[in-house]
């Protein structure tokens, strides 16, 4: 294939053109210095075939024809581009440019809400559980909940190892606004814990939040341990008093029998006096 039949004219380029792709709207385009720069791509070349053609592709400035999307060489060396650009991708949004954009991304809400409900549709981030490629796929961690759920947009091919385990973290040490603590309006009332109610009176034998439920069973088997603890280290005090008062009874007792002693030999020793006088006599 020659690149005049592999690329349209499309003035967008590849980069833009993949990340228009309706499964790819987390992925943000990472600048073709970057790109082009060797140090951002060490460790990466010896992972692929055909790495050369691959950022060759990346770096064109027309987008794929349909024609091109049917050629089982293209699609090969269209599939390593993809995850060459996204371990760049990877490596760009810890960038002071690349997680400025991931940052305005984030509170445009482009990424998704939490599902769980007492997040209060908290903005989610894009996150991967391994930086291996080809083993898990994206999801999302509410900074509220500090969860990590599937996201609901459409991500079918987009890699974790797209943004990694640690970017979440990254981008709120970063962006300290983005904690949800300094996102709460004035005289905002958040319910934490649901309690579940009918007509406004409590359910017999309903907890309400498992969340809850779960934290009330730890501290309950907590205050269970420490009682325990208490009380077996009672016992053993209780024990040592008990073992020191029958040592000293037992002194006690040695003492009298020492004293009884004594005296018996003071009483034989005075007799024998008075018979050795008696005797004299």
Known sequence: MSEESQYSEHPGGWIEWFCAHEDHQFLSEVDEEFIRDPFNLIG???????????????????????????????????????????????????????SAIMRERFLQGKFGHCPRIYCEKQNVIPIGLCEDLKT?????????????????????????????????????????????????????????????????????????????????????????????????EQNILLQEQKQYRIQKQQQHQEQQEDHQQQSDQNKEQTHKKKNKKKHKH
């Open 136 to 232: 898990a796929r994206i999801k999302v961690f509410c900074p509220r909940c500090e969860e990590v759920y599937m996201p609901k947009k459409k991500c079918a091919d987009i890699d974790g190892a797209y943004f990694g385990k640690s970017f979440p973290q990254y981008l709120l040490m970063t962006y300290p606004d983005l904690h949800p603590k300094f996102q709460l309006l004035p005289d905002t009332q958040i319910q934490v814990d649901f309690e579940p109610t009918l007509f406004g009176f409590k359910i017999a034998g309903k907890q309400g939040s498992k969340i809850k439920k779960i934290e009330q069973q730890q501290q309950y088997n907590h205050t269970i341990t420490q009682s325990n603890i208490s009380s077996i």
């Open 44 to 98: 990466i070349k010896g992972k692929f075939n055909f790495f050369n053609e691959a950022i060759s592709m990346i770096l064109q400035p027309t987008s794929p024809e349909d024609q091109d999307l049917e050629d089982e060489r293209f699609l090969e060396v269209y599939q390593e581009a993809s995850d060459i650009y996204g371990l760049l991708h990877a490596r760009f949004i810890f960038t002071s440019k690349g």
